[in-house]
């Protein structure tokens, strides 16, 4: 668990290591500019700001969901211009759990740095520790060099879960049980979900104080819906946009159950182009 995830004591003896690069991910859907805005009143030191719809995605359209990934070349820039080097080490926080910055981590992984951590409890839980927020002007790291390669072994695209029987994988959303139902759908044009797809929501990797459970309490998670590590490798994880899936590919590394892959398209992509079957829970069946 301690290859993914960093404590907040663990962070803030480590500031002042020279290969550490922070990057703060807050991002709020309703209001795109609020992490950028809460950066700037304070961050941990030295953390650069991520935008999840700048630097993590690229202009959705054409069917490929709300936060389609960016081309690796555009994201190898990205990192470029984040001071990021192939030996350093990345950890990255948000407020929300790790929402947001888990996708930063697995993003990270794509791209082939392997040295990469989300802070454990977050923002949130530096603050619970007494640890004090930057507010002086946010550092300007000079350019790097970093040489990014997909690795699209992570990944599966709507045409793969449309052919998941003969691809023999288990799809995982981890939207609310409301949303995956079809009770309601708050952000994308149509509710329910993909037919056949469990429900794992994301917030349960989490504990009260929004840090993730023991491994062996996610280990027992992902086994009430059968999956071990006989067959994490089979295992695909969705959500609305392919955001919040990351948290539990995440969660399943922190368990030990390591291999399984992200539908970056995820719900968004899967109603946004062509008549795709829809499943819906009512009432009646539950």
Not at 35 to 51: S, T
Not at 117 to 132: D, K, P, S, V
Request: with cysteine; glycine share 10%.
């Amino acid at each position: 668990m301690a290859r993914h995830l960093a404590e907040a004591a663990e962070l803030h003896a480590m500031l002042n290591a020279p290969r550490l690069r922070l990057f703060d991910c807050r991002f709020s859907l309703a209001d795109p500019q609020r992490g950028r805005a809460d950066y700037g009143a304070g961050r941990i030191a030295g953390a650069l700001y991520v935008h999840l719809d700048r630097d993590l995605a690229q202009n959705p359209g054409g069917g490929r969901g709300r936060h389609p990934l960016p081309a690796m070349q555009t994201f190898a820039r990205t990192l470029c211009r984040l001071g990021l080097t192939a030996g350093d080490h990345a950890v990255v926080y948000d407020d929300a759990g790790g929402a947001i910055a888990a996708r930063m981590w697995w993003m990270l992984r794509w791209a082939g740095h392997e040295s990469a951590r989300l802070l454990n409890g977050g923002l949130q839980a530096w603050l619970r520790a007494g640890y004090a927020l930057d507010t002086a002007p946010p550092p300007s790291p000079p350019p790097s060099q970093f040489t990014a390669i997909a690795d699209d072994t992570l990944t599966v695209n709507t045409v793969d879960v449309e052919q998941r029987a003969q691809k023999r994988f288990v799809l995982v959303d981890a939207r609310a049980a409301a949303r995956y139902r079809g009770e309601k759908e708050p952000i994308d044009a149509v509710a329910g979900h993909i037919p056949g797809a469990l429900n794992l929501p994301f917030e349960e990797n989490l504990d009260g104080d929004g840090r993730f459970l023991a491994p062996q309490k996610l280990r027992e998670r992902f086994a009430r819906i059968g999956v071990s590590e006989k067959n994490a490798a089979a295992v695909v994880h969705m959500c609305g946009s392919g955001v919040t899936a990351c948290h539990n590919v995440l969660a399943m590394e922190c368990a030990g159950l390591s291999g399984s892959r992200l539908y970056p398209g995820s719900w968004s992509a899967w109603v946004g182009g062509g008549a795709r079957e829809i499943a819906r829970i009512t009432s009646a069946r539950r």
